[in-house]
């Protein structure tokens, strides 16, 4: 992205304390500032407990990594960051704390903001959306205007099933245009991930594959080492095919199968993306869960919560019926690995032996890679083919320091570009899929080891 400069933003972060904002949000805050696109700013952080912003701040530091010459450099861009920044201890269900987030909000864009663009990021549960969304407005806090932005970012997941983020939705465009609401997917933010429209629709040599005419099936492959590790109480509600499939593997489904859109902006993405997930469904489901994870703190000791899941999904359109898009996730996995793998068909074949490998195209997220899996000549032997790997690595052709998805995502905010963020009847058509699956699903709830490839998933 190039080098521009942003327009100066009063950040109101909704659960600043958080996980989220410590490990994510500032940090992309601090690369804006450090590479200059950010200059003019402030922010209030909001959450629960007292304290105040020096001690978020000095969790966020752990999330940047500096090395001795540029200590002093960091230094004064944190400095910076807290002498714009304020905290505020407040319930967000309570109506009574906002009069006094919109007086803290005045006193610091006095001082650092005078715009009064303003960027609310909800980084805390869907069941406070409504809340927050309702008084951001009545205290006139978040304002309609011409001049000025008022932008309302909210994190995933949205809702719990089509139900409530219909709700959500219902109660957000009530008070909000659907062109001010960012519904992140930080996949989305991720460099591969935005490059897969580019990818498809600029290669004369990927297009015109692009379909059950040669395509045989997609794998899309996201797995994690780590463990559920601190966050027991909340993935107890939502468990894998709510926390990730949901949002993160079928947008990827969605980025991969769409047909090509009028134009690569938001409007025209979103249309065809929402086609591909209207036509979406479940043909098989396997859910499982690693053996311990009822003794992690905050879930519960019966907890049929699933930490682990794989299905099969077709698309019912011209492009991809008959086309397997095989999906799996899971926590505490022998290995971390995100990935999209198109299978080719095979071709007809002249030869007397021919090569058993057809042709593949891996999308690895991520470290960040294309490869491609072609046929060629085993040297000195008479037409024997062997599997050789064309790759392009990211890091290798481009600057290691490209920015990560949360700045990414942050940038495009300001910028009002909503191409990389989810509308409502995207989100919608997404849980209805995973509600489906969900009623249908009588399978049994496999179990499998921590550290293991997953359970036994039948073929
Ligand atoms: N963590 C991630 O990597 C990640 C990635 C993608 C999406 N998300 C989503 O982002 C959201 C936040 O996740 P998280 O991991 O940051 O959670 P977290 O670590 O539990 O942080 C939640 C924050 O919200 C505050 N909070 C909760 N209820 C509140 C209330 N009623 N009034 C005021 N403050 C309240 C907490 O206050 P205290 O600090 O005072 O306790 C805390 O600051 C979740 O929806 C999650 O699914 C997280």
Same mark, same amino acid.
């Given at each position: 992205?190039?080098?521009?400069?942003?327009?100066?933003?009063?950040?109101?972060?909704?659960?600043? %304390?958080? @996980?989220?904002? +410590?490990? /994510?949000?500032?940090?992309?805050?601090?690369?804006? #500032?450090?590479?200059? *696109? $950010?200059?003019?700013?402030?922010?209030?952080?909001?959450?629960?407990?007292?304290?105040?912003?020096?001690?978020?701040?000095?969790?966020?530091?752990?999330?940047?990594?500096?090395?001795?010459?540029?200590?002093?450099?960091?230094?004064?861009?944190?400095?910076?960051?807290?002498?714009?920044?304020?905290?505020?201890?407040?319930?967000?269900?309570?109506?009574?704390?906002?009069?006094?987030?919109?007086?803290?909000?005045?006193?610091?864009?006095?001082?650092?903001?005078?715009?009064?663009?303003?960027?609310?990021?909800?980084?805390?549960?869907?069941?406070?959306?409504?809340?927050?969304?309702?008084?951001?407005?009545?205290?006139?806090?978040?304002?309609?205007?011409?001049?000025?932005?008022?932008?309302?970012?909210?994190?995933?997941?949205? %809702?719990? @099933?089509?139900? +409530?983020? /219909?709700?959500?939705?219902?109660?957000?465009?009530? #008070?909000?245009?659907? *062109? $001010?609401?960012?519904?992140?997917?930080?996949?989305?933010?991720?460099?591969?991930?935005?490059?897969?429209?580019?990818?498809?629709?600029?290669?004369?040599?990927?297009?015109?594959?692009?379909?059950?005419?040669?395509?045989?099936?997609?794998?899309?492959?996201?797995?994690?080492?780590?463990?559920?590790?601190?966050?027991?109480?909340?993935?107890?509600?939502?468990?894998?095919?709510?926390?990730?499939?949901?949002?993160?593997?079928?947008?990827?489904?969605?980025?991969?199968?769409?047909?090509?859109?009028?134009?690569?902006?938001?409007?025209?993405?979103?249309?065809?993306?929402?086609?591909?997930?209207?036509?979406?469904?479940?043909?098989?489901?396997?859910?499982?869960?690693?053996?311990?994870?009822?003794?992690?703190?905050?879930?519960?000791?019966?907890?049929?919560?699933?930490?682990?899941?794989?299905?099969?999904?077709?698309?019912?359109?011209?492009?991809?019926?008959?086309?397997?898009?095989?999906?799996?996730?899971?926590?505490?996995?022998?290995?971390?690995?995100?990935?999209?793998?198109?299978?080719?068909?095979?071709?007809?074949?002249?030869?007397?032996?021919?090569?058993?490998?057809?042709?593949?195209?891996?999308?690895?997220?991520?470290?960040?890679?294309?490869?491609?899996?072609?046929?060629?000549?085993?040297?000195?032997?008479?037409?024997?083919?062997?599997?050789?790997?064309?790759?392009?690595?990211?890091?290798?052709?481009?600057?290691?320091?490209?920015?990560?998805?949360?700045?990414?995502?942050?940038?495009?905010?300001?910028?009002?570009?909503?191409?990389?963020?989810?509308?409502?009847?995207?989100?919608?058509?997404?849980?209805?899929?995973?509600?489906?699956?969900?009623?249908?699903?009588?399978?049994?709830?496999?179990?499998?080891?921590?550290?293991?490839?997953?359970?036994?998933?039948?073929?």
């Amino acid at each position: 992205m190039a080098n521009k400069t942003l327009k100066s933003t009063t950040f109101v972060i909704f659960g600043a %304390g958080g @996980d989220l904002s +410590t490990r /994510k949000i500032l940090p992309a805050i601090y690369k804006l #500032v450090e590479s200059k *696109k $950010l200059s003019k700013f402030c922010i209030i952080g909001l959450a629960r407990t007292d304290r105040k912003f020096n001690d978020i701040i000095k969790e966020a530091k752990k999330h940047i990594k500096t090395s001795k010459k540029d200590q002093a450099k960091a230094k004064k861009i944190w400095e910076k960051i807290e002498q714009r920044s304020t905290y505020l201890s407040l319930d967000f269900n309570t109506e009574s704390g906002y009069q006094q987030l919109k007086e803290t909000i005045h006193k610091l864009e006095s001082r650092y903001n005078k715009t009064k663009n303003r960027l609310f990021y909800l980084a805390t549960l869907p069941t406070q959306y409504q809340n927050i969304t309702k008084y951001l407005t009545k205290y006139q806090i978040a304002t309609k205007s011409s001049i000025k932005f008022s932008r309302i970012a909210y994190e995933k997941p949205f %809702g719990t @099933d089509q139900i +409530t983020a /219909k709700k959500i939705n219902k109660c957000i465009n009530k #008070v909000f245009h659907e *062109k $001010l609401v960012y519904r992140i997917d930080h996949y989305l933010g991720k460099e591969l991930v935005s490059n897969m429209a580019l990818l498809r629709f600029t290669n004369r040599v990927l297009e015109p594959l692009w379909s059950n005419k040669h395509i045989e099936k997609v794998d899309i492959v996201m797995t994690e080492k780590l463990d559920i590790g601190k966050r027991g109480n909340f993935y107890d509600n939502y468990g894998a095919l709510k926390d990730v499939v949901q949002n993160h593997l079928l947008q990827l489904v969605a980025l991969t199968a769409m047909e090509q859109p009028k134009k690569l902006e938001a409007k025209y993405i979103r249309d065809q993306k929402v086609k591909v997930l209207q036509k979406t469904k479940i043909q098989s489901m396997q859910l499982g869960q690693y053996n311990k994870f009822t003794k992690v703190k905050g879930v519960k000791k019966n907890s049929k919560t699933d930490t682990f899941a794989a299905l099969k999904l077709t698309i019912n359109n011209s492009r991809w019926r008959g086309v397997p898009f095989n999906i799996k996730t899971g926590k505490a996995l022998n290995k971390k690995e995100t990935y999209i793998d198109i299978k080719f068909k095979h071709i007809p074949c002249l030869l007397q032996s021919c090569p058993r490998e057809t042709n593949h195209l891996r999308i690895n997220i991520k470290d960040p890679n294309i490869t491609l899996k072609i046929n060629s000549k085993l040297p000195g032997t008479k037409n024997q083919v062997i599997p050789i790997s064309l790759k392009f690595s990211e890091n290798l052709h481009f600057d290691q320091n490209s920015p990560k998805a949360y700045e990414n995502l942050i940038e495009q905010i300001i910028q009002g570009d909503q191409s990389a963020f989810v509308r409502s009847d995207e989100v919608e058509a997404s849980w209805k899929i995973i509600d489906a699956a969900i009623k249908k699903h009588k399978g049994k709830l496999l179990t499998y080891k921590k550290g293991s490839t997953g359970p036994k998933v039948p073929k």
